[in-house]
Each structure stands twice: as structure tokens, then as C-alpha cells.
T-cell receptor, first 111, second 113 residues
């Protein structure tokens, strides 16, 4: 079974721009969650999507948004990028009978 | 809001030794409690997970011990190998929102020859 895939793997943007990250979950997994990982704050939950609906949300500003498609693939968007948004963005998927499996992440650098 | 404390921050173990990492949480939760292994530049890889109605789970050299009443669980790595050198994270599901994991701050393990 293929794992969680994320594209792109690396991204460089400048302040004020927006970015869209993509995630394909493990086949059959309907829940997709997004996390931000930074050296200072560690791993922090952004939001979770299930059946195309946002089910849970973390404590991030509205500049961070996401969506999920009918095939469970998910996208995350960050608008008006700030230097502090530089991080590794991780996508994770799960089924009801398991815990979460993470993808390799997208490393975002904001200049 | 779930609170998680992971210790130690770093650990040096000789090859063949036992590595022990501890995790404590505040709020009761009922879903899987996982441990993840992360190498530099990679995403966290699920190592082993346990449900809170089980006190111990073993998979190969990795064992989780779970103490529900004390709200603590630990990861034991037996016969530690240099290839185990990585950062390990415990994670705790939030009460009522199991897909929202709160992570420990991580333990950097170094296994020396």
C-alpha cells in the first residue's frame, strides 16, 4: 500500500505571496490532517478534514486554510506569507481503526 | 487542550543497550497513543501505537508500556542500534477529537558504537 504523498517537497516563496500544498492520503483513508513543524514550536496541529468537511481546527490564523476533495486528496493554502511561516508542513492520514500516518512533508522557506 | 511532557530531551545509549523515553499527559483520551521516529529532513514515521485499554505492546525491539491511571506511557528500545539514532516523538490524542494529536517536544537519541 502506498504511503501518504505530498507535493511539492520544497518551496521557496517571498513575503506576501500565497502557497498551496497538496497531499494524497493512503488509499482508503478518509481523514486528512495537517501539521506545522518548526524548531521552536515543534509539531502543531493545523486542521483535519474528513469527507470534504473541516472537522477540527488548531490555533492558527485564518491565513491558513484547506480543503478536501471527493477522492480524499487535500490541499492546504497559506495566504500573505510571513517569515514565520517557514516550516515543514506535514500531512497525515488515518482510518478509524488506526492512528495517523505522516507523509514526507513540504519544506517551505519564506524569504 | 491536551498537555504533553516528554523526557529526556536527549539520550545517548551504547549499542546493544536499552533506550527509554517517557511521556506524560494531562487529559484522559481514548484513542491510539503513538510514538513516531523522525530522521533529519524526513516526516515522522509511525513506530508503534497503543490503545489505553492495553498496558503493554511489543513490536520487535520496540515496546510501549502504558499506565492509564498515572497518565504516562513510555517507549523502550531494546538492543539499540546506531540506525535507531533519530528524534522520537510521543503523541496524545485530544479528548473528543482523536485525530488532533498533541506532540511531545521530542527526544534526540544517539546510539554509539
Amino acid at each position: 500500500k502506498a504511503g501518504v504523498t505530498q507535493t511539492p517537497r520544497y518551496l521557496i516563496k517571498t513575503r506576501g505571496q500565497q502557497v498551496t500544498l497538496s497531499c494524497s492520503p493512503i488509499s482508503g483513508h478518509r481523514s486528512v490532517s495537517w501539521y506545522q513543524q518548526t524548531p521552536g514550536q515543534g509539531l502543531q496541529f493545523l486542521f483535519e478534514y474528513f469527507s470534504e468537511t473541516q472537522r477540527n481546527k488548531g490555533n492558527f490564523p485564518g491565513r491558513f486554510s484547506g480543503r478536501q476533495f471527493s477522492n480524499s486528496r487535500s490541499e492546504m493554502n497559506v495566504s500573505t506569507l510571513e517569515l514565520g511561516d517557514s516550516a515543514l508542513y506535514l500531512c497525515a492520514s488515518r482510518s478509524n481503526q488506526e492512528t495517523q500516518y505522516f507523509g514526507p512533508g513540504t519544506r517551505l522557506l519564506v524569504l | 487542550q491536551q498537555q504533553v511532557k516528554q523526557s529526556p530531551q536527549s539520550l545517548i545509549v551504547q549499542k546493544g543497550g536499552i533506550s527509554i523515553i517517557n511521556c506524560a499527559y494531562e487529559n484522559t483520551a481514548f484513542d491510539y497513543f503513538p510514538w513516531y521516529q523522525q530522521f533529519p529532513g524526513k516526516g515522522p514515521a509511525l513506530l508503534i501505537a497503543i490503545r489505553p485499554d492495553v498496558s503493554e505492546k511489543k513490536e520487535g525491539r520496540f515496546t510501549i508500556s502504558f499506565n492509564k491511571s498515572a497518565k504516562q506511557f513510555s517507549l523502550h528500545i531494546m538492543d539499540s542500534q546506531p540506525g535507531d539514532s533519530a528524534t522520537y516523538f510521543c503523541a496524545v490524542p485530544n479528548t473528543g477529537t482523536a485525530s488532533k494529536l498533541t506532540f511531545g517536544t521530542g527526544t534526540r537519541l544517539q546510539v554509539t558504537l
